[in-house]
């Protein structure tokens, strides 16, 4: 997900304090969407407004990012490849 909170400056109200790695929820409404985690703040700005953006990923990524390397497991039972 990518959500863009635009302010004017000098003067706009505080960002709110979001770092890398903290956990997200994402709501449409009442309704929860995305659990997932902070992976970039990217920040611009020009003479006029600040942009702050927080970019993550859903909790789904997790398992992605961790799954096993291929292998091939000929001749061994369930238990032997579950335990390599």
Not at 37 to 56: K, S
Not at 64 to 77: E, F, L, R, T, V
């Amino acid at each position: 997900f990518n959500v863009s909170i635009t302010r004017q400056w000098p003067g706009g109200e505080d960002v709110p304090p979001v770092k890398n790695g903290d956990s997200v929820e994402v709501l449409i409404g009442d309704d929860l969407v995305i659990t997932g985690w902070v992976e970039a703040l990217p920040l611009r700005y020009d003479a006029q407004t600040i942009m702050t953006g927080i970019v993550g990923r859903s909790k789904t990524a997790d398992l992605i990012d961790c799954s096993a390397s291929p292998a091939q497991h000929n001749g061994k039972n369930l238990f032997l490849i579950a335990s390599a």
